[in-house]
């Protein structure tokens, strides 16, 4: 699907168009076997508009921009990841599809996929909005669980070294609730919301929404679980061909967030210097 996404990130749309290309984005294995009518009235859109959404992208018309679609849906079958979230199911999956022992080029090759993606639908606006919000908020929280967990203790770990009032919310003897409802309008709290998406983490994000506090979200696509809760929303896919999910590119959302914020943050040699003094005579580096 890397050839459409890059046609819509070139194209100017409307906000129909908008509507049009997140639904055949997320939902390719359906919408490339649709017909004009089908998208139309499953997306709430006249047919008219597909077409000319289908013109805007260059096609000369609804077939032409269908037959893109099923090429492009069938190179991307074998990412098992992006149609099943169970781990043991993508187990099963994947040992009924054809086997191919060049394995590790095939996660790099997911892995190149991800990366641009992650680069091409988070402009650089994005992270500064986020970086700006992290800095003028009174506190911080993250929210990342099991499987995103690890992308959260590094979050955690950064951002504590350059602002004050950091706090994770995945501690055995709490649970995020215990956090968030002592939120309000001046605090923010980073999502970082994966498949399978959590239940407690729609949760939390209900009482931090409610509270008026500030939300950034990390998570896979537009149309996911908590991405209609931000106000900052970064997406990057996880596709992968094993029974987890490939991480790197939401890793590289991560850094580029420090990244932006080390810029932005004052004092922050001397805080480093400050932490250094201490754990050098502990040797925990």
């Known amino acids: 699907m890397k050839e459409l996404r890059d046609l819509i990130a070139g194209s100017t749309l409307t906000k129909t168009q908008t509507l049009i290309a997140d639904y055949v984005l997320d939902h390719a294995a359906d919408a490339c076997f649709m017909t004009s009518t089908d998208l139309a009235i499953t997306i709430g859109v006249s047919e008219s508009s597909i077409i000319r959404f289908t013109r805007t992208l260059g096609f000369d018309g609804f077939m032409d921009f269908q037959k893109a679609l099923r090429e492009?849906?069938?190179?991307?079958?074998?990412?098992?990841?992006?149609?099943?979230?169970?781990?043991?199911?993508?187990?099963?999956?994947?040992?009924?599809?054809?086997?191919?022992?060049?394995?590790?080029?095939?996660?790099?090759?997911?892995?190149?996929?991800?990366?641009?993606?992650?680069?091409?639908?988070?402009?650089?606006?994005?992270?500064?909005?986020?970086?700006?919000?992290?800095?003028?908020?009174?506190?911080?929280?993250?929210?990342?669980?099991?499987?995103?967990?690890?992308?959260?203790?590094?979050?955690?770990?950064?951002?504590?070294?350059?602002?004050?009032?950091?706090?994770a919310t995945d501690f055995i003897s709490t649970a995020p609730m215990d956090h968030m409802c002592h939120l309000s309008k001046e605090d923010c709290i980073i999502f970082v919301s994966l498949p399978r998406y959590s239940s407690l983490d729609k949760l939390s994000a209900d009482m931090a929404k409610k509270s008026g506090a500030q939300i950034i979200v990390i998570t896979d696509k537009p149309s996911a679980l908590l991405a209609g809760y931000a106000d900052i929303l970064f997406t990057v896919p996880v596709d992968n061909n094993n029974f987890f999910n490939s991480l790197v590119g939401?890793?590289?959302?991560?850094e580029?967030?420090?990244?932006?914020?080390?810029?932005?943050?004052?004092?922050?040699?001397?805080?480093?210097?400050?932490?250094?003094?201490?754990?050098?005579e502990l040797g925990i580096y």
């Open 72 to 167: 492009g849906y069938q190179r991307n079958v074998l990412n098992i990841s992006s149609q099943i979230t169970v781990p043991s199911q993508r187990v099963l999956k994947r040992s009924k599809l054809k086997s191919d022992s060049d394995y590790i080029n095939n996660h790099f090759q997911n892995v190149v996929s991800n990366l641009e993606q992650a680069l091409l639908n988070n402009p650089p606006e994005t992270y500064e909005s986020a970086a700006e919000l992290l800095v003028k908020s009174r506190r911080k929280f993250i929210v990342a669980s099991r499987g995103n967990a690890g992308l959260g203790a590094y979050l955690l770990l950064y951002l504590s070294q350059m602002l004050p009032s950091v706090s």
């Open 250 to 254: 939401a890793q590289f959302i991560v």
């Open 256 to 280: 580029e967030l420090c990244e932006t914020l080390s810029h932005k943050v004052k004092g922050l040699e001397k805080r480093l210097q400050n932490i250094d003094r201490y754990i050098s």
